[in-house]
C-alpha cells in the first residue's frame, strides 16, 4: 500500500554525452544540479522531499513533495544547466504514488512514480529531452498531458545561454516581471533583451502550459482505484 500522504513527482535524469566529461567536470555538473535544486527549495511549499541522488556515473533522481510544480522544476533544471554548462540533461517525470522510501536512497525506494520516472526515461526518443508519464487508471487524459510536456519540452529547448539564464528567472513560480528578472541578471542585460529572449521562448504559452499543469487536480486524478494497480 502506499504511504500515507498526497502523490509524488519522481524525477529521473542523465546527462547527456558525459562519457566526454572528465571527473572534474562531471562534479563541476553535478554541483550546478545541487544548486538548483537547492535554489528551487527557496520556492517555499517544503516541495523538495529528497535529492538530487547521483548514481552510475551520469544519473541522476529527485524526489518532490507533490506532482504540481513537477513541470515547471525540471524545465528549471534543463534551464540552469543550459545556462552555464555546455552539458545538458534528458529529464523523465513520473507521477504517482510512493509505497517505501528507503533508507539507502532513492535508488531503493519503490513505488509507481519510481517505476514510471525510470520508464519515461528508457522509452524517450531522440532529441527528446522531457517526458512525463501518468498510471493507467488516469485514462484518457494521460496522452493529452503528455503532449504538453512536449510542447513544453519543444518550446524550452536549445537556446543560448542568456536565454537560458533568463529562463531560469523566469521559471520562479513568483511570477517575477521583465524589470525584476533584469535586475537578477548582470548589469549589461537590458530589459529589452529580456523581453526578446522570452518571447524567442514563446514565454507566454510556456507559462499558460505551466499555470494549466499546476492548478490540476492532481491528488484527484493519481487517487489508486480499489480494484486496480495497474501503472
Known amino acids: 500500500m502506499p504511504i500515507s500522504s498526497p502523490p509524488y513527482a ?36 517544503d516541495l523538495v522531499h529528497r535529492g538530487p541522488e547521483f548514481f552510475q556515473g551520469d544519473a541522476w533522481q529527485l524526489l518532490l513533495r507533490q506532482p504540481a510544480p513537477a513541470l515547471r522544476a525540471s524545465l528549471f533544471l534543463r534551464a540552469v544547466l543550459q545556462a552555464a554548462s555546455p552539458v545538458q540533461t534528458r529529464i523523465s517525470i513520473g507521477l504517482g504514488w510512493v509505497d517505501e522510501l528507503s533508507a539507502n536512497g532513492l535508488g531503493s525506494s519503490t513505488g509507481e512514480a519510481f517505476t514510471l520516472s525510470g520508464r519515461g526515461l528508457r522509452e524517450m526518443k531522440n532529441r527528446q529531452w522531457l517526458a512525463l508519464q ?50 537578477r541578471l548582470d548589469r549589461t542585460v537590458s530589459r529589452q533583451t529580456v523581453t526578446k529572449s522570452l518571447q524567442s521562448l514563446h514565454w507566454p ?27
Do not use: Y
Not at 562519457?19 to 562531471?26: D, H, I, M, P, T
Not at 512536449?150 to 537556446?159: I, M, N, P, R
Open 10 to 45: 519522481a524525477l529521473t535524469g542523465d546527462l547527456v554525452a558525459s562519457s566526454r566529461l572528465s571527473a572534474r567536470q562531471l562534479r563541476s555538473v553535478r554541483a550546478l544540479l545541487e544548486e538548483g535544486v537547492e535554489k528551487m527549495r527557496g520556492w517555499g511549499q
Open 134 to 183: 501518468l498510471p493507467d487508471r488516469v485514462g484518457c487524459l494521460s496522452p493529452w498531458v503528455r503532449l504538453s510536456t512536449a510542447f513544453c519540452d519543444v518550446l524550452a529547448g536549445e537556446h543560448t545561454q542568456r536565454q537560458a539564464d533568463v529562463l531560469c528567472h523566469a521559471l520562479h513560480p513568483a511570477s517575477l516581471t521583465h524589470e525584476q528578472i533584469r535586475l
Open 205 to 231: 504559452v510556456l507559462r499558460d502550459a505551466l499555470e494549466t499543469f499546476e492548478t490540476t487536480d492532481w491528488t484527484d486524478l493519481l487517487q489508486p482505484s480499489p480494484s486496480s494497480s495497474n501503472l
